[in-house]
């Protein structure tokens, strides 16, 4: 799979997105890479510790998040793709539902659009991101944590994903699915997806875990956010070891360090 200038061997190694939230309110790190110099540290720090790519968020999707309206985000995030644009050569994936936001943020120089809605919030995402001839990673979601059987209605929702992408024009070589933990789950069903990874590749599809610092892990754990960093590794190797080509972390160097072992013991580093 080609994003920007990079080939991904998705079928044989999992690289690592690094999250940079540019936004007040995130779960985690909100507020902290909110201003043009701390974000840019950051991604030099991620791509240092061995970030592949970097995922820039300017809304926080966190339960109970205030919603912010397209022209706001389109103004946090736009002046920090340009800026690692023109000071990185890393592909730069934007973490957006809204068609316009996504317009903008290709236009800036992003090469990657990161739907948690899956197309299903905006129905002009698709055709932008069409449009474009982007990547996409399209996230299951849903409003209520209602199934009938939980992993086949996952997978029968996540493929209405992929229908809706390839009526708009978006090629198969350019679909990332992400089974969504954390989000239209409970925290049984969300480790139940954890368990099941593998039916997700099922579909055809690169797939994307986003687990890092999730409330499935402190739930587990009873651990707060600042102190999950373990338990998203134990994630992380199970990703590997399920065939994810993706990961979406904070924490790159840590999480870089435990794909590379596990990697090496599958010999997948051969």
């Not at 996409?136 to 086949?152: D, T, W």
């Amino acid at each position: 799979m080609k994003i920007r200038n990079t080939e991904f061997d998705v079928k044989n190694h999992t690289y690592i997105m690094g999250i940079l939230n540019v936004t007040p309110d995130s779960f985690s790190d909100g507020g902290k890479w909110n201003t043009l110099d701390h974000a840019l540290s950051h991604v030099e720090a991620m791509i240092n510790d061995g970030a592949d790519l970097i995922d820039v968020g300017g809304e926080s999707t966190r339960p109970g998040h205030t919603p912010v309206g397209a022209q706001e985000e389109i103004e946090r995030v736009l002046p920090v793709i340009e800026a690692i644009r023109s000071r990185f050569d890393v592909p730069v994936s934007v973490d957006t539902y809204k068609g316009s936001v996504a317009d903008a943020s290709l236009k800036a120089g992003a090469d990657l659009i990161n739907d948690v809605w899956g197309l299903k919030y905006d129905p002009e995402m698709a055709p932008v991101i069409a449009r474009h001839n982007a990547p996409c990673c399209l996230m299951h979601n849903k409003e209520n944590p209602e199934y009938n059987n939980f992993l086949i209605d996952m997978l029968a929702e996540t493929q209405e994903c992929v229908n809706i992408a390839r009526k708009a024009g978006i090629k198969d070589e350019n679909i990332i699915l992400d089974p969504g933990i954390g989000f239209g789950k409970t925290y049984e069903m969300n480790l139940e997806a954890m368990n099941h990874l593998e039916l997700f590749r099922h579909l055809g599809f690169p797939v994307l875990l986003g687990t890092s610092r999730k409330s499935m892990i402190g739930l587990a754990l009873d651990l707060p956010v600042d102190q999950r960093v373990e338990g998203t590794l134990a994630t992380s190797v199970i990703g590997v070891m399920k065939g994810c080509a993706f990961v979406r972390v904070h924490d790159v160097k840590e999480n870089k360090r435990v794909i590379q072992m596990t990697e090496a013991i599958l010999g997948r580093d051969r």
